[in-house]
């Protein structure tokens, strides 16, 4: 089953998400389902509407044409950032809920991470590169942080009307739903 993808705009994308107490295999169906149609490399649930902390990576479209990337899926559950690296690299960022943005956004390049997997089984290890770059974007959507957040207010006022465009489409596209 496909959810629509919350655009820039929706409230629910600025919110902080809940625990996820027990598998719910719907709802983890429907993530990979609507990352499957809508193409990208990752879905957080509040993007779908359900204020949980879960999301999916999947590296596909990346693997496809760059050899270094490994190419897999993986549901995340209950995530936590224990630590990062201080070195950072910039790497040009674009959003499902913020279509047709990309920005260039600087984050560290490995992290020490904790999540539960979709057999709620504990994970816990480091990953660096791209993996790393799609658990942070995820990870911030849970904490109802966009990644036009990280950017500066002067590239910010640079894209302005494009991102009031997409909040007044994501109006009209909510009063037909």
């Known amino acids: 089953m496909k959810s629509k993808v919350l655009i820039y705009g ?5 919110k902080h998400s809940n625990m996820l107490e027990e598998a719910q295999q719907q709802l983890f169906q429907n993530l990979y389902d609507t990352l499957d149609m809508e193409g990208g490399i990752g879905l957080a649930a509040p993007q779908i509407g359900v204020l949980k902390r879960v999301f999916i990576i999947n590296t596909e479209p990346i ?3 760059d050899i270094s990337v490994e190419n897999f899926r993986r549901l995340v559950i209950n995530p936590e950032i224990v ?8 790497y040009n960022e674009g959003c499902l809920s913020i279509p047709e943005v990309y920005e260039q956004i600087k984050r560290p390049n490995t992290l020490r991470v904790k999540y539960f997997d979709e057999h709620f089984n504990h994970v816990d290890r480091d990953i660096s590169g791209i993996e790393a770059r799609i658990f942070q974007h995820e990870y911030d959507h849970l904490e109802g942080i966009l990644f036009i957040d990280h950017i500066n207010s002067f590239r910010k006022a640079i894209i302005i009307n494009k991102l009031k465009r997409i909040q007044r489409i994501g109006k009209l596209m909510k009063n037909h739903w």
């Open 63 to 65: 693997a496809k044409y």
């Open 83 to 90: 630590d990062f690296s201080n070195e950072t690299s910039m």
């Open 10 to 14: 929706s409230p629910l994308l600025r």
